[in-house]
């Protein structure tokens, strides 16, 4: 799984960790977050979102 960076701030969401503050389970790909999660530090979508290399 892609860990995939926020284009705004720089915030890493890492598939592996999840967002558990957010309800988002370890092992869930940013693809699967629902659609109505935002990024936790600058609270832009995931559409804002980039692979990292």
Do not use: H
């Not at 659609?35 to 980039?50: H, L, N, Q, S």
């Amino acid at each position: 799984m892609q860990k995939q960076q926020c284009k705004v701030c720089g915030y890493v969401y890492d598939p592996e960790e999840g967002d558990p503050d957010s309800g988002i389970v370890p092992g869930t790909p940013l693809e699967d977050v629902p659609e109505d999660w935002y990024c936790p530090v600058c609270g832009v979508t995931k559409a804002d979102f980039e692979p990292v290399e």
